[in-house]
């Protein structure tokens, strides 16, 4: 499986300010996601990131509030804007794998350890 | 719309099997999967079918899809106390990586 890394762990932020996550993959790949978990909630995809062209957000986030940078194929950073309580959650990058099972498609999702962001 | 359904909490004595179901509503769906998330930790990818298949078995996990009923199962045979954890069941349409996800069931096991 892939190896991904997630730069800060976690971080404690004043409302009013932003917080950028980065996201590190040891393989090359086209896709990489991002989702939000609210605390004590399931996971929700924020928007997919694809190198060389913008994100592409899903209803109900927005580029100003998530903007999402994607310089090469194994890296990514969303960063988080002008923050409020109800932006602390974690934040997990995700990538698509090709699984032993074969084929052409991307059938494992494999996701980063995620970035605890509390608001205050 | 999509979604992704799972009770919540589910307690079981160590070394019994442990049972999560998870109902979905996408019949379009390509792959389900089942992960695990730790307290404080991230999310482990456990174990996932492809919907042309109605089971999967891999150690301790077997997971059945029933394509008809659109119910997901996973299985855990002589369940450890190091199975305590939230498991989540998650559906994919398609070849891209949105996954939908339930609402996550917590496994309690018991000493």
């Known amino acids: 499986s892939a190896v991904i890394s997630q730069k800060p762990s976690r971080d404690i932020c004043q409302r009013g300010t932003s917080l950028t996550i980065q996201c590190q993959v040891d393989?090359?790949?086209?896709?990489m996601f991002w989702y939000r978990q609210q605390p004590g909630q399931s996971l929700t995809l924020i928007a997919t990131?694809?190198?060389?062209?913008?994100?592409?957000?899903e209803s109900g986030f927005v580029i100003d509030k998530f903007p999402i940078s994607r310089p090469n194929l194994t890296f990514s950073t969303l960063t988080v804007s002008n923050l409020s309580p109800e932006d602390s959650s974690i934040y997990l990058c995700?990538?698509?794998?090709?699984?032993?099972?074969?084929?052409?498609?991307?059938?494992?999702?494999?996701f980063g350890p995620g970035t605890r962001l509390t608001v205050l | 719309g999509e979604d992704v359904e799972q009770s919540l909490f589910l307690s079981v004595r160590e070394g019994d099997s442990s049972v999560i179901n998870c109902t979905y509503t996408?019949?379009?769906?390509?792959?389900l999967y089942w992960y695990k998330q730790e307290p404080g930790a991230g999310l482990q990818l456990l174990t996932y079918?492809?919907?042309?298949?109605d089971m999967k078995q891999d150690q301790r996990l077997t997971v059945l899809l029933n394509k008809k009923d659109k119910h997901l199962s996973l299985r855990i045979a002589d369940t450890q106390t190091g199975d305590s954890a939230i498991y989540f069941c998650?559906?994919?349409?398609?070849?891209?990586?949105?996954?939908?996800f339930g609402q996550g069931t917590t496994l309690q096991v018991k000493p």
């Open positions: 996408d019949s379009s769906s390509t792959y």
């Open positions: 995700s990538i698509p794998n090709r699984g032993l099972a074969g084929g052409s498609s991307y059938n494992e999702q494999f």
């Open positions: 393989s090359q790949v086209t896709m």
């Open positions: 998650a559906e994919r349409s398609g070849n891209t990586g949105k996954l939908i």
């Open positions: 990131a694809n190198q060389g062209s913008e994100a592409t957000y």
């Open positions: 079918i492809f919907s042309n298949m």
